[in-house]
């Protein structure tokens, strides 16, 4: 323990969290609120003390203070406070350190944003004040889903008619297949599934999502969606043995979260992929060419437009949502998984006639 831990008495998990790599932590590269804009501008107050910040007021503060911050004994946990770090997180914050900092600061007005310092009054009794809103409010919000999907009937265009797809009728295909379903809270299972036609150009596939709750319920949600690539790409191929179309399989953490073309928050291709080549340019789509690969391609799972009809350029082989809405609800559920479960994602692709 160094000599300022040992002086102000600080418990080991608070000791732990001082000397942790927090820095790297704190300013993740999200857009969100503005109570989110605020609390990034005020540094962590620990983050501060780590660095060496001294006890001087900042320029901003030079007004001597009468008062020193308090620790606010049995504080209450009011609706307003967890509902602050809830539409944080609703915006795209997910570091538990600055959601932290914000409930704390709105607590202690008097601190004017100013970091906790080894040598203020009261230190080892505000931070653990800290520790105790951060595992308290910040922590149970963090660990509750971002929406609650529900059944919806497929897309207009999916042959299989409504009613046809179903979480149960996905459940039965996985099963009989010896695939892996997840069933831990939060966990997702990413299934899409491909119609029985040959057409190209339409969203007549659904991208199906679905997970167990804290109470062991499912939730799911079924998306129009292309598994196929859109005819500008079956004529105008970007690699020479034709364009890329995934063949039906369960790919295990096959995609984490990243950047689509550099561009926007997406699921990108980590793991090996089997696809099929369509190189005869005939506006058709040939699923079974004999010209297959196992590699990695770039096979992402991204958007659309707002709500296009058409696939045209949106897919070279991508796994495309058809609605953006639709999408960004889907990537809010994507971050959950990644802090309860990692940066893995499996995407597991059916027919519909495996329904």
């Not at 004994?73 to 609706?79: E, L």
């Not at 409504?162 to 099963?175: C, H, M, P, V, W």
């Not at 062991?216 to 034709?242: C, E, H, I, R």
């Not at 995407?347 to 006639?353: A, D, F, S």
Request: charge should be positive.
């Amino acid at each position: 323990m160094c000599n300022t831990c040992k002086q102000n008495n600080l418990n080991p998990e608070l000791e732990a969290l001082l000397h942790s790599g927090y820095a790297e932590e704190l300013y993740p590269e999200l857009e969100w609120s503005s109570f989110g804009t605020a609390a990034k501008n005020n540094a962590s107050p620990f983050f501060n003390w780590i660095k060496g910040a001294s006890s001087k007021p900042s320029k901003v503060n030079t007004k001597p203070k009468t008062t020193y911050a308090t620790p606010a004994a049995n504080y209450p946990k009011p609706q307003t406070e967890t509902q602050l770090v809830k539409n944080a997180i609703a915006n795209g914050e997910r570091n538990e350190n600055v959601l932290s900092d914000g409930v704390f600061f709105k607590r202690h007005p008097e601190l004017g944003g100013r970091p906790l310092t080894a040598s203020m009054p009261n230190f080892g009794a505000l931070s653990k004040e800290w520790i105790s809103i951060r595992n308290s409010i910040v922590r149970p919000a963090l660990q509750q889903p971002f929406t609650t999907p529900v059944t919806t009937t497929p897309p207009p265009g999916y042959s299989g008619g409504k009613g046809k797809i179903s979480l149960q009728t996905i459940l039965n295909a996985l099963t009989r297949k010896s695939y892996v379903i997840y069933t831990k809270p939060y966990q997702l299972n990413i299934v899409g599934v491909r119609a029985n036609t040959l057409q190209p150009n339409s969203f007549d596939d659904t991208i199906n999502v679905f997970y167990k709750d804290n109470t062991g319920n499912w939730q799911f949600k079924s998306n129009p969606a292309t598994t196929d690539p859109g005819t500008y790409y079956l004529n105008n191929p970007m690699n020479v043995n034709g364009t890329a179309i995934v063949i039906p399989g369960q790919y295990i953490n096959s995609h984490k979260i990243g950047l689509h073309r550099g561009e926007y928050t997406a699921l990108v291709q980590q793991g090996l992929i089997k696809v099929t080549r369509d190189y005869n340019k005939d506006n058709k789509l040939d699923f079974k060419t004999g010209r297959e690969e196992n590699g990695t391609f770039g096979i992402n799972i991204h958007k659309a437009g707002s709500s296009s009809t058409q696939v045209d350029r949106w897919s070279a082989g991508c796994q495309v949502f058809a609605n953006s809405n639709d999408f960004a609800a889907f990537m809010q559920l994507c971050q959950q998984h990644k802090t309860m479960h990692g940066d893995n994602f499996t995407y597991t692709l059916i027919e519909e006639g495996d329904l």
